[in-house]
């Protein structure tokens, strides 16, 4: 058989991998075949997900592990040697590697992406490791101190996780960039991506290395150190220590503190008790808060220890006139977005529904004289939702809003767990109580099911950790305004609320990454975003998945636009970065437990919030939108968006019925779609259609085809006599085959294993079946001939 009749899994046999393993890579140890380095994006319509394709190198060539050196893309002899070179260089840029290879069995066509440099090597000329390993430390101008934290293994034990791809890259770059002597890194990844796990391998390589032998990992909530010792850092037991009572013993190697403790709430500075040179290396937690303003007391931690490597890790950069990430620490070393997260499939996709209320959208006014439950006169003027709960309370808005939570998860999981964001902590006490009277059966069931966790509530604080804990039931509900919009590990919240006013990107995305991590073994695929304030809007800024403009002040002789003020640390996002003393703040003041409203400041004619009994509210508008593979919300419907996608596909019915006629099998066409985000299962579902195969479905939401059920289908081919061109045994399993059909789809029959089941074991072992035809080769025609009759009418 000549070259070119050999498919690429033959080339790859025959040609590529031998020039691999003569040239000394170890098959085992350092090359990995069909490396798949993400998970498939979850794609979610209606309440269905599916997973897309993995994406895959055909090779990867590891010098040591977590030391990848070349990636390799091969293609059939029936293309030319280099064709696969793009699709390898779009993989090496991901996966951050440096030499790219493409072959057709005939030679290698090789680009190192360090030079551009490009050109073609004889199958026998593949590169050794050692020899690919010393261009690339001439190439990347590496010295010997360099080189030996670049090749300190990571940490790892028999069963212990190892790096996805991305943490693989921000752990690399961060340790070179160090070794190289760079004091200023920052480091961006989208919430739910892991950064604790790649902080503790950049931290434990630099250590064992002995680049770095003192280290601090700063944070601003205790939880954030707690679950860090007891999780991703439990390896350093015995070396590390956390920072308590401002006892600082100078006998540890690894430092975890708040900075609440080494500023001290007097001015006392305890972090003054060390030397200024006593650590190597900080990691800056959460950096965009607090250490980001230069007037902060936590600003002083940095500063004082400012000989320190400083590696800053947050998931949203701050960039404002106040405070910056980037004018501190540098350009991003490394950026992994939500966005990406969603499409390589470790984050969980996301679905928006969007309320709108009568006195939200069409705003309320007071009748003249009208007094609130409380005898105090309404300010006479037009009220909106920057007002509610701030300025203005309407018991029937948070009754109904508390109906419509209680709606959803009646309909989708009661027990489902969810956080309600709210304005501040009163509100979030109001909102509890009115969630309480729509779900009094589970709250007399247990007390728990419904919790207020704000900063001011001891008994709410202390069921945090059980919200967080997956093996946990209870509580179900946590209200909040601010104590959980950041730092808070809870993996399976599948339903956010919003119910404040949000202005700060920075928190919004806070906010929206609560509900971003998996936990597909518990069934967390996805999450839903119940939007009461129109503050998805922020979806569709370009800010959202990008990276925040560095501020620049400018003097007084440039030219400059009247500025639009900043959000970001406003009166409407408070809290989230107000650093003076420590970061999150919940407005206590505002919370109020007797009958009587706080009175504002300026004199007590006039309430600091009017509080309304007999207004009524409704919901005007519901609509519900999906997160697409370009991270886009669509709002289109089920049946409308599945149809657009099916004729971007098959522009016309003859296209997409050749294309299914010709097929091997009638799943990848499925599959296909799947992964152009068309869940033919959800479409089904929303329509009722549950008689209707994919065939039948497709044709007549695209090409507007009266449809055939499966049984009806099936019945038509036993009328045509079909059956009797076979002989007894073989004509028993077309029978079954066809009965098989008629209530599974076309999927089932066209899998071999099928002839494990017992309606054929009846008929005899697979290999008496397959034989009845005339052998494998003869079964798997008649199975293609078999559907090809299903659905010739």
């Given at each position: 058989?000549?070259?070119?009749n050999l498919?690429?899994?033959?080339i790859k046999?025959?040609y590529?991998?031998?020039?691999?393993?003569?040239a000394?890579?170890d098959?085992?140890?350092?090359?990995?075949?069909?490396?798949?380095?993400t998970?498939?994006r979850i794609?979610?319509?209606?309440?269905?997900?599916?997973?897309?394709?993995?994406?895959r190198?055909?090779?990867?060539?590891?010098?040591?592990?977590n030391?990848?050196?070349?990636v390799?893309?091969?293609?059939?002899n029936?293309?030319?040697v280099g064709?696969?070179?793009?699709?390898?260089?779009?993989y090496?840029k991901?996966?951050?590697?440096?030499?790219?290879?493409?072959?057709?069995g005939?030679?290698f066509?090789e680009?190192?992406l360090?030079?551009?440099?490009?050109?073609?090597?004889?199958?026998?000329?593949?590169?050794?490791p050692?020899?690919?390993?010393?261009?690339?430390?001439?190439d990347?101008?590496i010295?010997?101190?360099e080189?030996?934290?670049?090749?300190?293994?990571?940490?790892?034990?028999?069963n212990?996780k190892?790096?996805?791809y991305?943490?693989?890259?921000a752990i690399?770059?961060?340790v070179?960039?160090?070794?190289?002597?760079?004091e200023?890194?920052?480091?961006?990844?989208a919430?739910?991506?892991?950064?604790?796990?790649?902080?503790?391998?950049m931290?434990y390589r630099?250590w064992?290395?002995?680049?770095k032998?003192?280290?601090l990992?700063?944070?601003?909530?205790?939880v954030?150190?707690?679950?860090?010792?007891s999780g991703d850092?439990?390896?350093?037991?015995?070396k590390?220590?956390?920072v308590?009572?401002?006892d600082?013993?100078?006998?540890?190697?690894?430092y975890?503190a708040?900075?609440?403790?080494?500023?001290?709430d007097?001015g006392?500075?305890?972090f003054?008790?060390f030397?200024?040179?006593?650590?190597?290396?900080i990691v800056i937690?959460e950096c965009?808060r607090?250490?980001a303003?230069?007037e902060s007391?936590w600003r002083k931690?940095?500063?004082?220890?400012?000989?320190?490597?400083h590696?800053?890790?947050t998931?949203?950069?701050?960039e404002?006139?106040?405070?910056?990430?980037?004018?501190?620490f540098?350009?991003?070393?490394y950026?992994?977005?939500?966005?990406e997260?969603i499409?390589?499939g470790f984050?969980?996709p996301?679905k928006?529904?969007?309320?709108g209320?009568d006195?939200?959208?069409?705003?309320?006014?007071?009748e003249?004289g009208?007094?609130?439950k409380?005898?105090?006169?309404i300010e006479?003027?037009?009220?909106?939702?920057k007002?509610?709960?701030?300025?203005?309370?309407?018991?029937?808005r948070?009754?109904?809003?508390a109906?419509?939570?209680?709606?959803?998860?009646?309909?989708?999981?009661?027990?489902?767990?969810t956080?309600?964001?709210c304005?501040?902590?009163?509100?979030?006490?109001r909102?509890?109580?009115?969630?309480?009277n729509e779900?009094k059966?589970?709250?007399?069931?247990?007390?728990?099911?419904?919790?207020?966790?704000?900063?001011?509530n001891?008994e709410?604080k202390?069921?945090?950790?059980?919200f967080?804990?997956?093996?946990?039931d209870?509580?179900v509900?946590?209200?909040?305004?601010?104590?959980m919009?950041?730092?808070v590990?809870a993996k399976m919240c599948?339903l956010?609320?919003l119910?404040?006013?949000?202005?700060s990107?920075?928190?919004f995305?806070?906010?929206?990454?609560r509900?971003?991590?998996?936990?597909?073994?518990?069934?967390?695929?996805?999450?839903?975003?119940?939007?009461?304030?129109?503050?998805s809007?922020?979806?569709a800024d370009?800010?959202?998945?990008g990276?925040?403009e560095?501020?620049?002040?400018l003097d007084?002789?440039?030219?400059?636009d009247?500025p639009?003020?900043?959000?970001?640390g406003?009166?409407?996002?408070?809290?989230e970065?107000?650093a003076?003393n420590?970061?999150?703040?919940?407005?206590n003041?505002?919370?109020e437990t007797?009958?009587?409203?706080p009175f504002?400041e300026?004199g007590e004619?006039?309430?600091?919030?009017?509080?309304i009994g007999d207004?009524t509210?409704?919901?005007?508008s519901?609509r519900v939108q999906y997160?697409?593979?370009d991270?886009?919300?669509i709002?289109?419907s089920?049946?409308?968006y599945?149809?657009k996608n099916?004729?971007?596909?098959y522009a016309?019915?003859?296209?997409?019925?050749?294309?299914w006629?010709?097929?091997?099998?009638?799943q990848?066409i499925?599959?296909?779609?799947?992964?152009?985000g068309?869940?033919?299962d959800?479409?089904?579902?929303?329509?009722?259609?549950?008689?209707?195969?994919?065939?039948?479905l497709?044709?007549?939401?695209?090409?507007?085809?009266?449809?055939?059920t499966?049984k009806?289908?099936?019945?038509?081919?036993?009328?045509r006599?079909?059956?009797?061109?076979?002989?007894d045994?073989?004509?028993?399993?077309?029978?079954?085959?066809?009965d098989?059909?008629?209530?599974?789809?076309i999927k089932?029959?066209e899998?071999t294993?099928i002839?494990?089941?017992?309606?054929?074991?009846?008929?005899?072992s697979?290999?008496?079946?397959?034989?009845?035809?005339?052998g494998?080769?003869?079964y798997?025609?008649?199975?293609?001939?078999?559907e090809?009759?299903i659905?010739?009418?």
């Open positions: 058989m000549g070259k070119r498919s690429e899994e033959d046999a025959r590529i991998t031998p020039a691999i393993t003569n000394g890579w098959i085992n140890k350092q090359v990995r075949l069909e490396y798949a380095f998970a498939g794609i979610l319509r209606g309440n269905i997900t599916a997973r897309g394709k993995k994406k190198a055909d090779y990867v060539l590891f010098y040591k592990n030391f990848p050196l070349a390799i893309e091969a293609k059939d029936n293309h030319s064709s696969g070179l793009q699709q390898a260089i779009d090496a991901a996966l951050d590697i440096s030499y790219v290879y493409a072959s057709n005939d030679a066509v680009q190192n360090i030079t551009g440099e490009v050109k073609e090597l004889r199958l026998e000329e593949f590169p050794s050692e020899e690919l390993y010393q261009r690339y430390l001439v990347k101008n010295n010997e101190a080189e030996k934290v670049l090749l300190e293994p990571y940490y790892y034990v028999p212990y190892t790096p996805r991305y943490q693989r890259v690399n770059r961060t070179d960039a160090v070794a190289k002597g760079q200023r890194v920052l480091l961006v990844s919430t739910g991506t892991g950064k604790t796990f790649m902080t503790f391998q931290i630099l064992k290395s002995g680049l032998k003192r280290i990992f700063l944070a601003d909530r205790n954030l150190v707690d679950q860090t010792i850092f439990k390896p350093f037991s015995g590390m220590t956390k308590k009572n401002k600082l013993d100078s006998s540890y190697e690894i975890l708040l900075y609440q403790q080494l500023t001290g007097d006392e500075e305890t003054r008790q030397q200024p040179n006593f650590f190597d290396l937690d965009h607090g250490s303003k230069e007391a931690v940095l500063d004082y220890f400012s000989s320190a490597t590696i800053g890790c998931a949203t950069p701050i404002t006139k106040e405070a910056s990430s980037q004018t501190y540098g350009e991003p070393i950026e992994y977005s939500l966005k997260g499409n390589d984050l969980a996301y928006v529904i969007r309320i209320l006195r939200d959208l069409e705003g309320y006014r007071p003249a009208k007094v609130d409380h005898g105090y006169e006479d003027r037009e009220y909106n939702l007002d509610y709960e701030r300025s203005l309370v309407i018991d029937d948070t009754r109904v809003i109906s419509k939570i209680t709606e959803f998860l009646k309909k989708t999981g009661r027990f489902s767990k956080i309600v964001f304005v501040d902590v009163e509100h979030a006490e909102m509890r109580q009115a969630l309480i779900n059966d589970l709250y007399a069931e247990n007390d728990k099911y419904i919790m207020r966790i704000t900063g001011d001891d709410g202390a069921q945090l950790e059980y967080i804990d997956e093996e946990s209870y509580p509900i946590a209200v909040t305004s601010k104590l919009t950041t730092g590990d599948k956010i609320v119910e404040n006013n949000i202005n990107m920075t928190e995305k806070q906010i929206i990454g509900g971003t991590r998996l936990l597909e073994e518990y069934g967390k695929t996805y999450f839903t975003i119940m939007d009461f304030r129109n503050s809007r922020l979806f370009p800010a959202f998945d990276r925040p560095v501020v620049i002040d007084g002789n440039d030219p400059v009247e639009t003020p900043p959000t970001d406003g009166e409407e996002g408070a809290g970065e107000d003076g420590g970061g999150v703040k919940e407005g003041g505002e919370y007797g009958g009587t409203p504002n300026e004619d006039k309430p600091r919030k009017y509080y207004v509210v409704r919901v005007l519901e997160v697409d593979k991270g886009k919300l709002t289109e089920l049946t409308d599945t149809k099916i004729i971007e596909q016309r019915l003859d296209d997409f019925l050749k294309t006629t010709e097929a091997e099998k009638k990848a499925i599959d296909e779609l799947q992964d152009s068309v869940l033919l959800a479409v089904r579902e929303e329509l009722g259609k549950t008689e209707l195969d994919d065939f039948d497709i044709c007549h939401l695209a090409y507007d085809k009266p449809p055939l499966k009806e289908r099936a019945e038509n081919v036993k009328k006599n079909y059956l009797y061109k076979y002989s045994v073989a004509q028993q399993v077309i029978e079954a085959l066809l098989k059909y008629a209530n599974d789809g089932e029959i899998d294993k002839l494990q089941l017992k309606e054929f074991a009846k008929i005899g697979p290999m008496k079946i397959v034989k009845a035809f005339g494998k080769a003869a798997l025609k008649a199975v293609k001939e078999l090809n009759e659905y010739s009418a």
